[in-house]
């Protein structure tokens, strides 16, 4: 991928499925511009999805277009590389570079053009598809961690900064101290 600079990064703890839907649908209203901190704002940006087979990729991105108001199925683009929606204002697209044998492949395909287009992005697998991909809006990279899943989010514009920055965290975040002289 291009050069990237990280701006802000945050880890958090996903116990189960729903932990990792919540964040999904945290985050949706940020994209399409209905979270009152982004009145006003271009809405879209660009995710990108890292993890083994089973981390959850799919799980967030599906949870992140339904809460954006995605109604019907929400396929996984495992085979067909790339699914849209369209909602009311605003293109969504969820691709997979997991199958792609080439990086080039990715750019054949066209789909260099929907990167240019406002729009919602989610992309499995990114690292897929090599240096041509320029750095997304956040990356969530999800590791297994016991029953759960550790979620490492990074932002690398400043739009995904404002994303983390709004982010209400779960209080795992902030652990209590102990005071010396509490045992
Ligand atoms: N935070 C989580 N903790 C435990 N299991 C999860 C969590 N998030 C998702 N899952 C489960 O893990 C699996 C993830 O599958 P999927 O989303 O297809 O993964 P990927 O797209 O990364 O290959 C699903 O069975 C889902 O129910
Ligand atoms: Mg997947």
Not at 32 to 40: C, L, M, S, V, Y
Not at 87 to 105: A, G, Q
């Amino acid at each position: 991928m291009q050069e990237q600079k990280k701006l802000k990064e945050i880890s958090l703890f996903l116990a189960d499925e729903d932990a990792t839907v919540a964040l999904a649908q945290q985050l949706a209203p940020m994209l399409t511009g209905t979270h009152p901190a982004f009145a006003g704002q271009a809405p879209g940006g660009r995710i990108h999805l890292k993890g083994d087979l089973g981390a959850g990729k799919t799980s967030f991105a599906r949870a992140l277009l339904r809460a954006c108001g995605v109604a019907g199925r929400i396929k996984s683009p495992s085979y067909a590389l790339l699914e849209s929606y369209k909602l009311f204002n605003l293109y969504c697209y969820h691709l997979d570079f997991y199958r792609l044998s080439d990086p080039r492949e990715w750019l054949d395909a066209g789909f260099r053009e929907i990167l240019q287009k406002e729009a919602i992005i989610l992309i499995e697998w990114p690292e897929q598809a090599g240096a041509t991909l320029p750095p997304p809006d956040l990356e969530i990279h999800l590791v297994y961690a016991d029953a759960g899943r550790q979620a490492h989010l990074t932002a690398y514009s400043n739009k995904g900064t404002s994303w983390l920055t709004t982010l209400v965290l779960p209080q795992q975040e902030y652990p209590p101290q102990d005071f010396p002289g509490d045992a």
